[in-house]
Structure formats: structure tokens, C-alpha cells
């Protein structure tokens, strides 16, 4: 399986295609730390919100790398499960790249500040504590959502995009403070919400709000699983 | 290796390709499948590598390992040829460049091993692709129209790898509508026709299969009369219910 891994990740490397989200992640940065400096919560929580369509979009671009055919000459090679699992951690550790790089960009160009002195504002360790966990529970949710509008189970790059976007769309719409279903979509804009609270929430918050995206993740996996099972 | 009953078609709107299969690959033997182009030969053989799962029925006593050399080679991915072939070795758990060396050397392929995928001649990717599939000896060796691009003297090599493989007590299984078969003597044969499977032991010189339309409510007591003449009956089709059609009484 890390052979694989790494041969997936060699392969969405060296054909450019990770340039696309690279540079769609510079704007969205560029829109977030543009406007001066800002406390790492609030920052943090709302580029976890903006990079994660970008993030489900690296997920697929990296699992539709790889051709078909060859995608199934790597099923025989190692099993169904270590093929399928194999493009997730791919997706997982370029995701985790992605999100440091993210989250330290805005350093040099000093997008974060530190506590205002006589604020109830956490403490800068703090906020990138809870900015960490932001990006991790976008990232998980990117993961699903990604895998489930890859080739291997859309079939169609527009069934794909369709799934993407629809997806991208309704985790933000659903996820507003107004919503009727928020449970229906991971806790990406609940999360942002914490995190720009002053002063933040206490740990129970946040161990419910990672237990909800543990708990949406694992269900949309349930179904990549399930759909990949009949679909090489 | 057996096909017990298997059925597959590629979507709930389509046809079936496959009906109803019933079929065994006996190990350390060739068996060659014949039939038109769409009848369903790329189907069957993927079905028997596991890269198609049956939606109906099961392909039961697989061997762990298989090898299998798709139709057409994926050639679009940027890696030279023997990068891939290394990481294609390290994907099967294979350490070292030893095993690939070696078949780049048998193939001719290591003037090609740093040449990228995508600027490889047809021929030569085709050579790759059944690298790729040997680098650990198969139980099943599943080879799809082999002898596609290769130049005529590798054409010689397929029977030698074929050979190998089932001296060793694997199985191969090669699709064929270029009539290659000829360097196959001792395969069994196997024709697609309709979705259906069935031997091809009507190749006899003075045997031709005709195609008869009758009525349907005529089409029992036809088959009988066929039968009571000497004639074999060899499949019975609906055009009008894909569903229930090809299967041989």
C-alpha cells in the first residue's frame, strides 16, 4: 500500500496537476490575509472553511490522476482495499502539506497577530491550536468528498464535477447558523463559528465538533467504500 | 479457475454482455477466447482477472496472483519505462531491481528504460504492459489481444511467455481476432458469441453455422426437429428480450 502511495503521489506530483489547487489556494489566501493582520482563531477557522472545496478538488484531481486501466493493473497488484486506501493516504498526506503550508504563508506577511492586550482573545498558541483542528476536520471532510467524486465512482468527469460542487455548495449552506439539516453537512462553518467566539468555547465544544466530523467522515468513506467495492 | 453462472452488463440501462457464463480455465493450460470485435472477449477476460466484478454468479478458485495485459497499455502517466516497471515490481512486494532487469532484458526493452511512457512506440508500451504483468510469475496469466503493435519477432515471444507460464502450473487465458492462434497449437478454444460462452469445437472444416429466424411459437418444435436430424442446435437468441437470449439448450 505505501508503495502505492507513494507511486500515486510521485504521479500527481510530476504531471503538473497539483498546480491547479496550488494556485487557487494562493487566491483564497490572498482574499483572506489581504486586508491586514488578524487574531490565528478566526483567521485560521475561516481559511479552513475556504481552502476545503480546494482541498476536496486536490482529492480528486490526485485519484483521477492515474489512468484506468492503470488503476486496475494497481487493484490486481495489491487488492481491492489497499487500492482503494492506498489514493486516500495519498490524498491525506498532500492534504496535511497543503494545510501547513496554508497556515504558515500568512506568517512572513504578518496575516496573524498576537493577543490584544486587555482582550478576552485566546492566547496566539491557542488560536493556532484551534486553527490546527480547523484544517485537520476540513481536511477530513475534503477527503470524503473528494473520494466520492473521483472517476473511479462517478464514472464522468461531469458527475464528478457535479458531486464536487454540489457538495462544496451544501456543506456551506447546510452548515449556516439558520440551517435545518446542519448535521446533514460536516461541521466546517460550525467550526469557524468557534473559533471566531471571544473568548472561545471550552474543549467540549471542540471535542463534539471533531466527533461530528469524525462521525460525517466516516459515513461518506462508508459509501466510497461500498461504491468502490463494484466499481475498479 | 471457474465462471459459475456469471452475468454482467455495464450499467442497469444496458444489455447484458455476458450471460450466464458457465466455464473452467484448467490450471496449467491455454485457453483461447475468439469472437468479433464487441462480443464481449475484453469483458470475459477482465471478469476472470477480477478487475469486473460479475453482477450475477461468481468466478470462483482464482489464483492469488494475476497477471493481466490490458488491451491498450496506459501509457499516460509521468514515468519513464523502467521507473514504472520498478514501481509496478515494488507494488507486487519485490525488492531490488533484479526481477526488472531482467525483463527489460528478455522483452528488449533496455534501450526503452528511460524513455517516458508516453513517447514509447505502440509495440514497445505493449511490451511494458506484459512486463509488468510477469514481474512475479502468475497463477492466472490473462494476456488481451497480445499480439496487438508487436512487430513480428516479438509475436514469437507470446507463445514463450505463454508456455512458461503454464509449465509452471499456471493458467493463461488470451483473446485473439487476428488468427495468432496458430502459435497456440495445444490451447483450448473457447468462442463469444451473443453474450454466450461455449467451446469452439465447431471449428471442424466441414461444419458452417447458419442463422435461422422462425416464429416463436414455432421455436421448441424446431429445435427438436434440428436435433432428431443431427444437427447441433447451438444458441437460441431473442432479439426483442436481451434478458433471456443466448443461452444454449
Known amino acids: 500500500m505505501i508503495a502505492l502511495t507513494r507511486m500515486r503521489i510521485a504521479a500527481f506530483l510530476r504531471s503538473g496537476r497539483a498546480l491547479a489547487p496550488l494556485i487557487a489556494g494562493l487566491v483564497v489566501l490572498g ?40 488503476r486496475r493493473l494497481a487493484r490486481l497488484a495489491v487488492g481491492a482495499g489497499h487500492e482503494a486506501s492506498a489514493g486516500l493516504l495519498a490524498a491525506a498526506i498532500l492534504g496535511v502539506a497543503y494545510c501547513a503550508a496554508a497556515m504558515l504563508a500568512p506568517l512572513p506577511f504578518h496575516g496573524i497577530r498576537d493577543r490584544l492586550p486587555g482582550t478576552a482573545e485566546p492566547a496566539l498558541a491557542t ?18 468528498l473528494g473520494a466520492l467524486a473521483s472517476r473511479a465512482v462517478t ?78 | 479457475m471457474r465462471f459459475d453462472q456469471v452475468w454482467f452488463r455495464y450499467g442497469r440501462r444496458a444489455g447484458w454482455t455476458l450471460r450466464a457464463v458457465d466455464a473452467v480455465v484448467p490450471p496449467g493450460r491455454t485457453v483461447v477466447v475468439l469472437g468479433r470485435n464487441g462480443a464481449g472477449k475484453s469483458t470475459l477476460l477482465q471478469l476472470a482477472a477480477g478487475v469486473l466484478t460479475p453482477v450475477r454468479g461468481t468466478v470462483r478458485d482464482r489464483p492469488p496472483v494475476v497477471g493481466w495485459v490490458p488491451e491498450r497499455f496506459p501509457a499516460d502517466q509521468p514515468f519513464t519505462a523502467g521507473q514504472y516497471l520498478q514501481r509496478m515490481a515494488a507494488l507486487r512486494g519485490l525488492r531490488g531491481p533484479a526481477e526488472v532487469e531482467r525483463w527489460l532484458d528478455r522483452l528488449k526493452l533496455t534501450e526503452h528504460c528511460g524513455t517516458r511512457l508516453a513517447d514509447l512506440s505502440k509495440g514497445t508500451a505493449q511490451k511494458v504492459g506484459l512486463a509488468q504483468a510477469l514481474l512475479v510469475r502468475p ?38 481476432h487476428r488468427g495468432e492462434i496458430a502459435g497456440l497449437p495445444d490451447a483450448i478454444r473457447w468462442q463469444v458469441t451473443d453474450g454466450a460462452v461455449r467451446p469452439d469445437d465447431d471449428a471442424a472444416p466441414d461444419h458452417v453455422v447458419v442463422e435461422v429466424a422462425v416464429r416463436r411459437s414455432e421455436a421448441d418444435q424446431t429445435v427438436t426437429r434440428l436435433r432428431a436430424d443431427g444437427h447441433r442446435v447451438l444458441g437460441i437468441r431473442d432479439p426483442h428480450a436481451d434478458d433471456t437470449a443466448g443461452r444454449a439448450r
Open chain 2, 139 to 176: 497463477g492466472l496469466l490473462v494476456l488481451d489481444e497480445p499480439w496487438e503493435g508487436l512487430d513480428s519477432v516479438a509475436r514469437t515471444l507470446i507463445p514463450e511467455l505463454v508456455a512458461d507460464v503454464t509449465a509452471a502450473g499456471g493458467a493463461v487465458l488470451v483473446s485473439d
Open chain 1, 31 to 70: 482574499l483572506i490575509y489581504g486586508g491586514g493582520s488578524s487574531a490565528a482563531a478566526p483567521a485560521y477557522g475561516y481559511s479552513a472553511v475556504m481552502l476545503f472545496p480546494v482541498l476536496a478538488w486536490q482529492t480528486k484531481l490526485l485519484l483521477d490522476a492515474e489512468p484506468d486501466v492503470q
Open chain 1, 155 to 232: 464514472g464522468t468527469i461531469r458527475n464528478g464535477l457535479t458531486v464536487l460542487v454540489l457538495g462544496a455548495v451544501l456543506a456551506v449552506v447546510l452548515g449556516l447558523g439558520d440551517s435545518v439539516a446542519p448535521w446533514l453537512a460536516p461541521p466546517l462553518m460550525a467550526t469557524a463559528r468557534a473559533a471566531t467566539e471571544v473568548p472561545l468555547p471550552d474543549l467540549g465544544r471542540f471535542t463534539l465538533l471533531t466527533a461530528w466530523a469524525a462521525g460525517w467522515a466516516t459515513a461518506a468513506l462508508a459509501g466510497y467504500a461500498v461504491l468502490r467495492r463494484r466499481r475498479a
Open chain 1, 127 to 144: 488560536g493556532v491550536a484551534v486553527g490546527v483542528l480547523a484544517h485537520l476536520l476540513a481536511l477530513l471532510a475534503a477527503l470524503a
